[in-house]
C-alpha cells in the first residue's frame, strides 16, 4: 500500500512537470525582436566595402526581402480580390474583365503598398537609394525606430506609383 501511495504521489508530481515546463518556456518567449534602424545601418555600412560579406549580405537580403514581401503580397491581394469578384459576377462581367486590358494602379508589383519599381530596376540600385535614406535617419530617435518603417517609407518616397 506505501508503495502504491508512493507511486501516486510520484505520478502527480511528474504530471504538472509538463505544465511547469510550459510556463517557464513561455517567460522566455516573446515576438519577433524589432530591428531598428540603427541595427541595420550597422550592416549597410558594410555594404560597400564587402558586398558579399555576411553584414552586406544581411542589409542587401532584408531590403530585397521587404520588397519581395510586398510584391507577392500585391499579388495575393488582387488574385483574392479577383475571386471574390468572380463568385459575384455574370458571365458578361467575367468576359470583360478578363479580355478587356487592365487599367489602374493593380498591373505594378508594389502598387498596393504604395511604391512601384520600374522594370528592370537593378536591385543594388534600389538597395543604394534606401541605405542613403536609413543612414541619414541613424540619428538622435529615429536611430531606434523600426528598419521596416523607415525601408517602407523610403521605397515610397523615391519610387512612388503613377497613375
Known amino acids: 500500500m506505501t508503495r502504491l501511495l508512493r507511486s501516486s504521489a510520484v505520478n502527480t508530481k511528474l504530471s504538472w512537470l509538463p505544465l511547469a515546463l510550459c510556463f517557464g518556456f513561455a517567460q ?25 560579406g555576411v553584414d552586406g549580405q544581411y542589409c542587401l537580403r532584408y531590403i530585397q526581402g521587404f520588397i519581395d514581401g ?11 480580390m479577383d475571386s471574390a469578384d468572380a463568385q459575384k459576377e455574370t458571365l458578361t462581367e467575367r468576359a470583360m474583365r ?5 487599367r489602374g494602379m493593380y498591373d505594378r508589383p508594389g502598387s498596393l503598398a504604395g511604391f512601384c519599381l520600374g522594370d528592370p530596376l537593378p536591385l543594388r540600385e534600389v538597395v543604394d ?11 538622435g530617435d529615429t536611430a531606434e525606430s523600426p528598419a521596416r518603417i523607415a525601408v517602407d517609407d523610403s521605397l515610397r518616397s523615391h519610387y512612388p506609383c503613377g497613375e
Open 129 to 139: 537609394t534606401v541605405v542613403a535614406d536609413l543612414v541619414a535617419l541613424d540619428i
Open 98 to 102: 478578363t479580355r478587356m486590358p487592365r
Open 70 to 80: 510586398a510584391v507577392e503580397t500585391d499579388e495575393r491581394i488582387v488574385q483574392d
Open 28 to 52: 522566455h518567449s516573446q515576438a519577433l525582436e524589432l530591428l531598428t534602424v540603427h541595427e541595420l545601418v550597422i550592416h549597410c555600412k558594410h555594404l560597400t566595402a564587402e558586398p558579399d
